[in-house]
């Protein structure tokens, strides 16, 4: 047998208490694409973020080509022939392709960029993959698919031959990824290997040639493609079969919130183009979309932070001007925001104090000015034992809490007062298996006693699972709603894409 | 070796890090005072007792003390809500005209009892207006109010050597650009007879309880903390966050007026372009040493005025220039950076 | 209006621009370095000052003035090192510990002065940089005497400025600084070490804030005193916003500045009746209208002010 290309042996790496890699051994050949399949924090981007020299390891070692790679060092694995394409793609979005591709690879201490023979090598390579690009654009004014394909070519560019992509299809709409795998697989062909980190069981079978699953840092177990099923993999992943709760059929109540034809412009750009939904009681909206498609602009439209240009709201009924965020609060109308740590709370304050400040003027926690410190507590108290919250008392600082524990605090200070109205964007992202189950068995909680929900979600399963009715939001427009029980995957990344009159027609032609 | 954040943050270190903070800081001076050639120990030794060593030299810190506590508490509460106001000397300097001009031109003649507490309110408001400036700049344009509000210092003397060089100048002066004095009766009562000491004095320690109290205790306090600590967070839970950072504003660069407006009613009685060695300046300084907090600003303006206070008398027993004083406190504010990283992260083999 | 026609037909005035932008070209610079790689450098002030002093004091001492400036700029990458040191390995607050770098600064700068000199009075003077006449140009009519019978180190600094604008925008290190001002991670990540890069352009940039801080007592006046550096600081910290981190740019803006200033200083000996604090004035008031015209403008490094730790996000 050959010597492996890429072999990682007996890798351990920990954070603390937190034991991240725990003895893993990997090996890839030649023109071979794994799939690195695990949960959030199941350790991938641990894994490979020793492989590449970001961390050291606390035991093991790797080698290329049988030679072993030094510690801690990303120039050495870049020069190995490693290269990596992050999920947060590791761009300038200020510098153009040409330099953003360039940096590091130059002596630093020469006198003169070559930066000519650059653009054609550059231009050569894009040539030979398929993976066209304006070397002199501006990164910043390309779309988040060519900004991935100028991550892929940084790292062909640098002679790489073992590529390793972080979540790459995280970003991107269902027909953007499925080109992304005929590159991969093209590149293959072509001798180069290839490791994705994925936790989406489709894109794993269709892709990869072996699929490697990660759980709680160990190697569980190694599968050819051809081998295996979702099913299977599903439970490697997960270790356990964990139910997520299901939706049970239910009568939607009156219309609770309306939105007629509204245009969101910010800094003289439409994000959100003459919208229109209806939502109602008792109900989840599910609104699909690939990030950045307008998703933020909806959200922070309806919490109360971001002003319509044109267009209507109702709000039972009754027509309403821009609201800000004591309205939207005092209307009884929860908020779950997309960033939990940048917008859902303050690290640096006390749990006590993030569950109250959105309603601190409120005579309940503040009279005259004075903050009613008890009660603030009283009420943290409540949600900590109401929602499970675990990994902290009401006075210490909300940071220390990890993400699940923090998104049952965001989301026990907007249930705990019985909401009309839930708009929850991205509420389960980032989450692992248990922590989703929880906060799905909540929002099906809050729906049966009549809360009108929209669910802001990037993930198809968790809408396909909650929700009543589908929308899609594509480029800031919105697609006309389908009901869950006809919407199959098909159709819905259709709508993704923005096809949703073809969406239609393939509903009629069948 | 790296530095890992400490996930609790022990009570202790917040009161070892700024005593461990001023030692080093002196150690440092130290080795300056040893170069220069003096004993080092005798020099301190003389510090403490200039400043403390007798009944008019501890009056005489504490009257130094007093603009240092209000300039402190202007940083202090400035820096809480990350509003970068470092225009604290400009402030000063607009409060303390703004009293010899009112009561020279306006409000002279009113009786003490209503001309001070009037006097009072316009200096400060003097420093609230010219700190607008620099927020109006920063919110409308989005412009860093550090260096504006720096060089509106510049302006702001400027303009003061201005007045007391024209429509405010004293023609008793002898030709010195010197403000007509205030009126006899607008001057702050003394606190200790026969010493230059104010009722200034109460007034700073009074006002650092009340900001303590409306940081702790308040709405204000908590929102603009907030709007400090994450801004977007902020304004997603209903911060109003542009009202809260004025409110923030108008309450620091009230205080700094305030200094300006104290110190020429408490000591001088008249303003000059040198009516202030560096209060606003060091104000910072004193903030940060009071880890942002009001009460320990009263404590670290002593400190800070010890150390002016006592330099005077040192450096005309040893030889060693007062500049010691505005290093050693320099020092101090870097080494109370370094050790209030400590207090937040701990070192990693 | 012939008045002012006068006084921007004078020699005197442009021979003042370049004399008063030289100081403010060498301080714009070194704040620009600092900041492309992402630090905010407000030791500026104290460097400024510090390296007055030490320029002033090595040449008083005997070194002749050349070494003088070399001392400058050497004491500025010391104090520069502290500000990385501070800034990059701590990762503390850049606005904080700069004003605690400029605060130590001065103070020391008065510090080691009042040792040297301890009686107040009139300082000591030493023999500055005289004007060199480049042959040739410097005949040339109106425009000879204005540009080019300057002292050496102004022709110094516009040397740095295109020097920088090369290195910048053309060599691998050029692009390592900006992308580690943009993007520390995405530079790590291609091998470029961000912290090396923050320490060697903060120190190097410090640097020439002590030859800036130095030409001043080294060509415009031949001695120091306390407070001399009178806001310079800022205003280079000001002009890096109006250049938009560009050094040719910044270059433009600090010779547009001296040109007000040098214009401001004219204006008062000839017009009567306005208090001079006025025309004192306008460089400050004119540094924050260029801010505020600009800030929105400028395609500010993307990674200034955040600090960089390896493994944090």
Known sequence: MTVPVLEIQGVSKRFGTNLANDDISITLAKGEIVALLGENGAGKTTLMSVLFGHYMPDAGRILIDGMELPQGKPRAAIRAGVGMVHQHFSLASNLTVLENVMTGTEKLWSWRSGTSAARKKLLAISERFGLKVDPDARLGDLSVGEQQRVEILKALYNDARILILDEPTAVLTNIEAEKLFTTLKEMARQGLSLIFISHKLDEVMTAADRIIVLRSGKVVAERRASETSKAELAELMVGRRVTRPVREPSAPGTVALEAADITVKINGVERLKSISFRLREGEILGIIGVSGNGQAALAHLLSGTLSRTSGTLLLFGEPIGNLGVADVVSADIGRIPEDRNEEGVIGEMAIWENAVLERISSPAFSRSGLVNRKAGIAFAKEIIGQFDVRGGSPASRARLLSGGNMQKLILGRNLHQRPRILIAAQPARGLDEGAVAAVHARLLEARRQGTAILLISEDLDEVIALADRIQAIVGGRLSPPVEAEVAEARRLGLMMAGEWHEAWKADHAI | MRFER?????????????????????????????????????????????????????????????????????????????????????????????????????????????????????????GMVLILIPLWLRLRFSVDEVVTSLLMNFVALLFVSMLIDGVLKDPLAFGWPQSQSISDHAMLPKLIARSRLHIGLVIAVALAVIVHLMQSRTVFGLQSRAAGLNPSGAVFAGVPLGKTLMKVACLSGGLAGLAGAIEVMGVKGYVTTDLSPGFGYAGIVVAMLANLNPLGVVLAAIFTATMFV???????????????????????????????????????? | MTLLFDIIASVGLWGAVLRIATPLIFGTLGALLCERAGVLNLGIEGIMTFGAMIGWLSVYHGADLWTGLLVAAIAGGVFGLLHSGLTVTLGLSQHVAGLGVTLFASSFSYYVFRLIVPTAGTPPTIVPFQPIAIPGLSTLPFIGPAFFTQTAPTYLAILIALMMAYILFRTPLGLAIRMTGENPHAAEAQGVNPMKVRYGAVIAGSALMGMGGAFLTLSAFNSFFPTMIQGRGWICIALVVFSSWRPGRALFGALLFAFFDAFQLRLQTVVEGVPYQMFLMTPYILSIVALAVMARRARVPQALMRPYRRGER
């Not at chain 2, 330099?311 to 504010?333: C, E, F, H, K, N």
């Open chain 2, 6 to 126: 400490r996930e609790h943050r022990p009570l202790y270190l917040l009161i070892v890090a700024p005593v461990l903070a001023v030692i080093a800081a002196l150690a440092l001076s130290g080795i300056l005072i040893a170069i220069a050639g003096a004993p080092v120990l005798d020099a301190y030794w003389r510090i403490l007792t200039g400043a403390f060593g007798s009944r008019l030299s501890a009056t005489e810190t504490l009257t130094r003390a007093t603009p240092l506590m209000l300039t402190g508490l202007a940083a202090a509460v400035a820096f809480r809500a990350r509003l970068w106001n470092i225009g604290a000397e400009g402030q000063f300097y607009l409060g303390a005209i703004a009293v010899a001009a009112a009561s020279a031109k306006v409000l002279g003649d009113l009786p003490a009892p209503i001309l001070i507490p009037l006097l009072l309110l316009v200096g400060a408001i003097a």
């Open chain 2, 310 to 349: 006592g330099a005077d008398g040192m450096s005309r027993g040893l030889g060693i220039p007062t500049y010691i004083a505005d290093v050693t406190v320099a020092l101090s504010l870097l080494t109370m950076l370094i050790a209030l990283f400590f207090t937040q992260y701990r070192i990693r083999r």
